[in-house]
């Protein structure tokens, strides 16, 4: 040991230790337990009057290695900063003009690539790591992420090259499984796991893992398997019973607590309020020693949610302290209810908004069918310096009522890049097809790479309610190929595709797949468009064997009406009255029965018993909403309701109507008797 009995008969010997202990400390990066060493053996070159230039040197050597090592550290810090503040790129140059670098950096740099989900990045820097810096720090970070981002195969890799892992490490793959629901895999890992790793975080992983795997009671019994239980223990047993909707046994779990923090009080509440318990959640409400934010605000959104939107704002107006969570839940829940004026007072008088509150507002004059102000609020936000979201722009599309409208929030969409997003592409077919414009739905299904099986559907489905069948089969065939299969919904518009084609064969091949082919379960309106498809062809005593042989709780008014329109266009008089007496019975406020059997007794010259009808629908008080179209024209919209003469070009159109498009549909073999 070189120290204070260092003389000057043996100093050089000592300057020769120095030195030698100073490639030592530089093969391994200046570690710590030399620095006493260096400073030691300093100290007693200074003390001589006639200390040589090695001594010297080898105290600008520690004052060189403290700069390095300081460089370092300030650099690591500075990228942590600037990574914490989403400046990536400007991360990354920092990292690129370190003098020098150790693991720490590495780590950092890695970390904050996975941190803004750029694995392609943060993988090429960790397989460029030399393998003397790559810490269990960054390799758990690479599990983590990957594990997190469901790419479980990279993140298994990983951790098999590790040569020592830690609790983080290990958690984070058997997380990875569960989320991915492999639970026989992350069940094995976990029993691999050396015991002395297990802790909380782990445990607690795998109580949820279980139970949002739908194994509330393994998970019951990884919980009573936990050597030491601490609260958040306990509330994730909690949390895993109210998601599996088994709110006593999460009672009584609560009931018996050692210690309760403010998130289990928290869990039990929206329990009870999901399952419409709503005086056993004010009640534990009630009992709170002390509430946060969030509680508030559970309390509100759970009485929304319940209808008791009078008793959410009383609520929401005794909440201390409102954060934007409170304020956009009770926005929601007025919203909800379709009560824009109060939705809207709450919107302006708000401190704060965030993209949460913007979409709420939005979203709810959509739905009110108020676009004018759901664009104007778009805009508003786009002011705000908000940039909107999928949600928001999904909430601005479904708000137009017309295909200009539609036009305008496409543009929107390619102009803030969201073009791509499936959902997003989806909805606009959607509103393309419902606007009248297939062909424009046409351009954004064929422009959208990602289809899943809502895209195949929604092109189909507009094909197929602008009746060409040919088409939509045609899209039908494609997505086979593409390997996507159909669900339900799908053949809803398969099956109506086949009847305005008036392809019987084929329509009772794809009937009989539903449920052979593709194990899909039958829905009503599969048989309504079976029944829809024979009727069409003349086939009305097949149609009537198909309503009778389908299991009762599939009869319902949408198969009947069907069929009562099959009897009506083939003049099967004898059927008409006792399925349409059935029809109204099944369905007595729904004006669609009446409406259809006025239809057939119009057609069949039968006024009286039309007449009687009209009088039993004003006694029900049954009133069918009246028939409307629409047309834009130089960008303006035009709405005609049925008989409506309120238009201010009333007469020249009602003439275009007699001379030009009557006639014309009758040569086409429309009936235009005067109907109800």
């Not at 989320?179 to 975080?201: T, W």
């Not at 329990?271 to 419409?276: E, I, V």
């Amino acid at each position: 040991m070189i120290g204070g009995g260092a003389t000057r008969t043996v100093h050089k010997t000592a300057q020769k230790i120095f030195v030698a202990r100073t490639c030592i400390s530089l093969s391994l990066n200046g570690k710590q337990r030399n620095s006493h060493d260096f400073c030691t053996c300093a100290a007693t070159a200074s003390s001589n009057s006639r200390s040589s230039i090695v001594s010297r040197g080898a105290i600008s050597y520690v004052s060189t290695t403290r700069t390095v090592s300081s460089s370092i550290y300030d650099y690591n810090v500075r990228m942590g900063e600037v990574g914490r503040r989403g400046n990536v790129a400007a991360a990354r140059k920092l990292f690129d003009d370190m003098p020098e670098r150790d693991k720490v950096s590495y780590a950092s740099m890695i970390s904050i690539y996975l941190k803004h989900d750029e694995f392609h990045k943060a993988d090429r820097l960790f397989c460029e790591t030399p393998a003397c810096m790559r810490s269990i720090v960054a390799n758990s970070a690479m599990v983590h992420a990957y594990a997190k981002a469901g790419r479980i195969d990279r993140a298994q890799e990983i951790f098999d090259k590790m040569p020592e892992r830690n609790a983080f490490s290990w958690t984070s793959l058997i997380s990875g499984y569960f989320k991915l629901g492999k639970v026989d895999k992350a069940l094995e890992l976990f029993r691999k796991m050396p015991e002395g790793d297990k802790n909380e975080i782990t445990w607690t992983n795998v109580i949820l893992g279980l139970a949002r795997n739908g194994l509330v009671f393994e998970a019951r019994g990884a919980f009573d398997q936990m050597p030491v239980k601490n609260v958040v223990a306990w509330t994730s047993m909690i949390k895993a019973y109210v998601e599996n909707s088994l709110v006593n046994e999460a009672f009584e779990l609560f009931k018996v607590m050692p210690m309760r923090n403010l998130y289990s009080w928290n869990i039990m509440i929206c329990g009870f309020m999901d399952k419409n318990r709503v005086n056993e959640a004010k009640e534990l409400f009630e009992s709170m020693p002390w509430r946060n934010a969030v509680s508030w605000t559970t309390m509100v959104t759970g009485l929304a949610r319940n209808g008791m939107t009078v008793l959410a704002r009383k609520y929401f107006d005794q909440t201390p302290n409102k954060d934007i969570s409170a304020w956009n839940a009770m926005i929601t829940a007025y919203t909800g209810e379709g009560r824009m004026v109060e939705a809207g007072q709450l919107f302006k008088s708000m401190p704060k908004r965030n993209i949460v509150t913007w979409n709420a507002i939005i979203d709810g004059y959509s739905k009110d069918r108020q676009e004018d102000e759901a664009f104007l609020h778009y805009v508003s936000m786009l002011r705000s310096c908000i940039s909107p979201n999928e949600t928001s722009l999904t909430s601005l599309l479904t708000s137009c009522s017309g295909i200009l409208g539609v036009l305008q929030a496409h543009g929107l969409i390619v102009q803030l890049g969201f073009d791509t997003e499936t959902s997003l592409a989806n909805t606009l077919i959607t509103m393309y097809y419902r606007s009248g414009d297939v062909s424009s739905a046409r351009v954004a299904f064929d422009n959208l790479e990602a289809k899943d099986i809502v895209t195949w559907t929604a092109m189909i489905l507009a094909y197929s309610n602008h009746g060409f069948g040919i088409h939509a089969l045609q899209v039908f065939a494609r997505m086979l190929r593409s390997g996507h299969n159909p669900d339900g919904i799908t053949f809803v518009g398969v099956l109506s595709a086949c009847s305005h084609a008036g392809f019987v064969k084929k329509g009772r091949m794809l009937f009989d797949s539903i449920r052979g082919a593709y194990g899909l379960e039958l829905m009503p309106e599969h048989y309504s468009c079976l029944v829809d498809i024979l009727g069409r062809a003349g086939l009305v005593n097949e149609a009537m064997k198909v309503v009778d042989e389908m299991p009762p709780d599939k009869y319902d008014g949408v198969v009947l009406g069907a069929l009562l329109g099959a009897c009506r266009l083939h003049g099967v008089d004898e059927l008409v009255d006792q399925i349409g007496d059935e029809l109204i019975e099944i369905e007595p406020d729904s004006s669609g029965g009446y409406v259809l059997l006025a239809n057939a007794y119009a057609a069949s010259g039968k006024w009286d018993k039309f007449s009687e009808l009209r009088k039993k629908m004003k006694d029900r008080d049954v009133k069918k909403l009246p028939g409307l179209s629409q047309i834009d024209v130089n960008g303006k919209s035009h709405v005609f309701l049925a008989r409506d003469r309120s238009h201010p070009e009333m007469e020249e159109i009602y003439k275009l109507l007699h001379e030009k498009l009557l006639p014309q549909m009758q040569d086409f073999g429309f009936d235009t008797a005067v109907i109800l």
